[in-house]
């Protein structure tokens, strides 16, 4: 009897040691371990008392900012990309969260009060600048390799010396004044080395802008409506995908060339939100998102659906897609990654083949999910509980092999 039962403990030993010896998979929140989140997703991250009101995606990290309840500014949060460990966190006292933009350049980018300050992924401070007292709000700025920093301020744009020195500033339009779109925010997106692309200021144009000296290389203004505004860019090998929102109620999905000329324009009834240029076996494909936005209608018919355009011609693809801002619709290797509505899924369409989908909770568990971000083999999406306002929960779920 003893040997037997020593025999027990000796095996249970055994087994203790060579569980422990196996790569675990991070554990998920308590309160969400009763079967509501799936196999697919790695880790979960419960914010303590705040909503996710910024981020940005890194190789090896995700940055957080959090609009908190319990104290009077917002949070900065680092968490490990492979595991969902947060390994640093800074308050960060602003009156308000609209004046804290990201950018992940090796590093975060932050702009508290008009100062841009550097911080690595440990959110240590490694520089910082006074120079653009004038700064807008929003993702608004393009780093080159040599450090020089083009920006978006009151009057347009600006380029700014990795010593803070300012080299030009061009003015483009007026910010503001009530004409820009709630949905929209200022951008500026590299065409190439030597040209920036700046759209979303409040003004109904893409604007080509030359690197070395801040003069306009061309501008495309959209010909329907009385106000129309561009709402993404994205730019391929083909030239550039422009998306725009026309009147509030209506959009259009524009291929220009690299010199401004339009190749060709699909229309849409509704406001075109997204557009992505994907590379593929047999070319580059075109993709457009339109539909509701982010409003209440979403819950009724197609919501939001993805498009497939071909020489102006658009054939619906996908419904029902959650739309959260211009990260909702990316590109993963030869395919399109976003995330439905209330399905509790990420989708991948590729050129020819049936959409891939990877569930992540049950059908409505969760509603207008926010993909934050991806690499190549994980996806970072934001959720927020049925019903309920805040995004509070970071979760990243394993794609397959593209």
């Not at 190789?59 to 968490?79: E, F, H, M, N, R």
């Not at 640093?88 to 932050?110: H, R």
């Not at 509030?248 to 699909?266: K, M, Q």
């Not at 494909?285 to 539909?291: H, I, K, P, V």
Request: with cysteine.
């Amino acid at each position: 009897m003893k040997r037997g039962f020593a025999a027990i403990i000796i095996i249970g030993i055994v087994l203790c040691l060579n569980a422990c010896s196996q790569p675990q998979k991070p554990p998920l929140l308590t309160q969400y371990q009763e079967g509501n989140l799936t196999e697919s997703v790695r880790w979960a991250y419960e914010t303590v008392s705040g909503d996710i009101s910024g981020w940005c995606v890194g190789k090896d990290a995700v940055a957080l900012q959090l609009t908190t309840i319990t104290d009077s500014g917002p949070k900065l949060v680092s968490l490990q990309a492979d595991s969902g460990t947060a390994v640093a966190q800074k308050d960060v006292s602003l009156p308000t969260t609209l004046n804290l933009a990201f950018e992940f350049n090796g590093f975060i980018k932050v702009r508290e009060n008009g100062v841009w300050e550097a911080y690595d992924e440990n959110l240590k401070r490694l520089a910082a600048d006074t120079a653009n007292k004038r700064m807008t709000v929003g993702p608004s700025f393009v780093i080159m390799p040599d450090g020089v920093r083009y920006s978006l301020c009151s009057v347009g744009v600006q380029a700014v010396s990795p010593t803070g020195d300012l080299i030009w500033e061009t003015t483009l339009a007026p910010m503001g004044g009530g004409t820009e779109s709630m949905l929209l925010s200022p951008r500026i997106a590299k065409l190439d080395d030597s040209t920036l692309l700046v759209y979303g200021l409040g003004y109904s144009s893409l604007t080509a802008v030359r690197i070395a000296d801040g003069t306009i290389a061309w501008s495309y203004t959209p010909e329907r409506g009385t106000f129309a505004c561009i709402s993404s860019v994205s730019v391929g090998q083909s030239g550039i995908l422009a998306t725009t929102v026309i009147n509030e109620r209506y959009g259009e999905a524009v291929l220009l060339s690299t010199d401004g000329d339009v190749i060709w324009t699909a229309e849409f009834s509704s406001p075109a939100y997204i557009g992505q240029i994907v590379p593929g076996d047999e070319g580059e494909t075109y993709w457009c998102m339109s539909g509701v936005g982010e409003g209440l209608l979403i819950t009724r018919g197609d919501g939001n659906i993805i498009y497939r355009i071909s020489d102006g011609v658009a054939e619906k693809q996908f419904v029902r897609v959650s739309y959260r801002g211009t990260s909702s619709l990316q590109t993963l290797g030869k395919g399109l990654l976003f995330c439905g509505y209330d399905d509790g899924a990420i989708h991948i369409l590729r050129q020819g083949e049936e959409a891939i989908s990877i569930n992540f909770a049950e059908a409505g568990e969760y509603d207008s999910p926010i993909l934050l971000g991806a690499n190549d083999k994980t996806a970072f999406v934001a959720l927020k509980p049925r019903q309920l306002s805040d995004y509070s929960i970071i979760i990243a779920v394993d794609l397959p092999e593209t």
